[in-house]
């Protein structure tokens, strides 16, 4: 029952101080900045702490739901949730550059890299363990609200990758990122999806497990 809690207050906390930047640091316009963007310049510790807590909420599920990944999908998900654990604590530990900054950069790299892992692999992992918890007849309760989560994840991950094609669609003359590629939004709902799964699944093993 810890680290169901866990979970959920990390989770709480990553969305508080997400909600709460965006008040600090105005200079950031959410309608086309990353949130990633936020760990640089002034409160940008706050944002590698939300990172964090996003790590700690994954790892916490992911000890919480061990026992119940046996299947083979079970199996891999395990050790693609832990992969997701490190991509979420690397990405707070390497800062990133501005979007618009193309010089290469070795810190900037891993944490492009860290965040791929978790941009475009959650909703197959999401995927994989709930197909594994849904082959135990202690999580047959929660069918609906764990398919549900994981429908959401995926229509976040396919909103942000839609949004960039969509502005590209609008205006071709656009640059891969800036002003005019209308990525901001679609970028913190997708991450809010991510969240909103691990707290439906710890939610629900409160209640089964």
Request: glycine share 8%; net charge positive; proline share 5%.
């Amino acid at each position: 029952m810890v680290f169901e809690y866990a979970t959920i207050v990390f989770a709480a906390i990553f969305f508080a101080i997400l909600i709460l930047l965006h008040f600090l640091k105005r200079e950031f316009d959410p309608t086309w900045r990353m949130i990633s963007e936020y760990e640089i310049g002034r409160f940008g510790w706050m944002m590698r702490i939300a990172f964090f807590c996003w790590g700690a909420s994954t790892l916490a599920l992911l000890i919480t739901i061990w026992p119940s990944l046996g299947s083979i999908s079970g199996t891999i998900s395990r050790g693609w949730l832990v992969l997701i654990v490190i991509a979420q604590f690397g990405a707070g530990i390497f800062k990133t550059n501005p979007i618009t900054e193309t010089a290469p950069n070795p810190t900037n790299t891993l944490h492009t890299l860290f965040g791929m892992i978790v941009i475009l692999t959650f909703p197959i992992v999401a995927s994989l363990a709930v197909h594994s918890l849904l082959q135990n007849d202690i999580w047959l309760p929660s069918q609906g609200q764990l398919i549900f989560g994981t429908v959401l994840v995926w229509i976040g991950l396919i909103a942000y990758f839609a949004s960039i094609i969509i502005s590209r669609i609008i205006d071709p003359s656009v640059e891969r990122v800036g002003p005019k590629v209308y990525q901001g939004w679609p970028n913190r709902f997708m991450a809010a999806t991510y969240v909103i799964w691990l707290i439906l699944i710890a939610g629900n093993a409160l209640r089964f497990l």
